[in-house]
T-cell receptor
Framework: GQSLEQPSEVTAVEGAIVQINCTYQ??????LSWYQQHDGGAPTFLSY????GLEETGRFSSFLSRSDSYGYLLLQELQMKDSASYFC????????FGQGTTLQVKP | GAVVSQHPSWVICKSGTSVKIECRSL??????MFWYRQFPKQSLMLMAT?????????EQGVEKDKFLINHASLTLSTLTVTSAHPEDSSFYIC?????????????????FGDGTRLSIL
């Protein structure tokens, strides 16, 4: 089986930096993905780590440590539009999602 | 980039009705597609893997006779919710991987459709 754990809620202010952690246990693993989902919308792809280390894509970065079964998503220079749910997902394949972290960005 | 189209986007129907949801890969071929379900404020739960030309693989606890999956071509998979009841009301999302972009198949990103919101009265 598989399980993923991430915080349920995070609150931060505009311009701040937020880190959303994800720990996982899975029987098959090819990598860790991060998705963003706004209310009522479909998930959109943010980042993917197949190997250990940091991947940077604009304001978003993602990190993976396979030996620790741990990863995180780092959001910098937060904007109001970043308020959404963020899901980590292990690529079994296919993707198996965590419970999601609701990020609320305040002015 | 790879686009997955899902139709319809919203369905409201009476209890006992069967509902068909279509998932198409518009600019790539997908031998495998995935169906997820998401209840409000919850995660996306994998329901089944749809395999072109063969039977779908269902996750534990998903009734295969309730959720019929057909993957008759490389660009189309359908999910039919048979005799739907209010507890089947949910957000259904399909996904596919574009295997034509090179690299290991297992590392190709999954592209998601816009989802179908199903409400059973």
């Amino acid at each position: 089986g598989q399980s993923l754990e991430q915080p349920s809620e995070v609150t931060a202010v505009e311009g701040a930096i937020v880190q959303i952690n994800c720990t996982y246990q899975t029987s098959g693993f090819y990598g860790l993905s991060w998705y963003q989902q706004h209310d009522g919308g479909a998930p959109t792809f943010l980042s993917y780590n197949a190997l250990d280390g940091l991947e940077e894509t604009g304001r978003f970065s993602s990190f993976l440590s396979r030996s620790d079964s741990y990863g995180y998503l780092l959001l910098q220079e937060l904007q109001m539009k970043d308020s959404a749910s963020y899901f980590c997902a292990v690529n079994r394949p296919p993707l198996i999602f965590g419970q999601g972290t609701t990020l609320q960005v305040k002015p | 980039g790879a686009v997955v189209s899902q139709h319809p986007s919203w369905v409201i129907c009476k209890s006992g009705t069967s509902v068909k949801i279509e998932c198409r890969s518009l600019d790539f071929q997908a031998t495998t597609m995935f169906w997820y379900r998401q209840f409000p404020k919850q995660s996306l739960m994998l329901m089944a893997t749809s395999n072109e030309g063969s039977k779908a693989t269902y996750e534990q606890g998903v009734e295969k006779d309730k959720f019929l999956i057909n993957h008759a071509s490389l660009t189309l998979s359908t999910l039919t919710v048979t005799s739907a009841h209010p507890e089947d009301s949910s957000f259904y999302i399909c996904s596919a991987r574009d295997l034509g972009t090179g690299g290991a198949d297992s590392n190709q990103p999954q592209h998601f459709g816009d989802g179908t919101r199903l409400s059973i009265l």
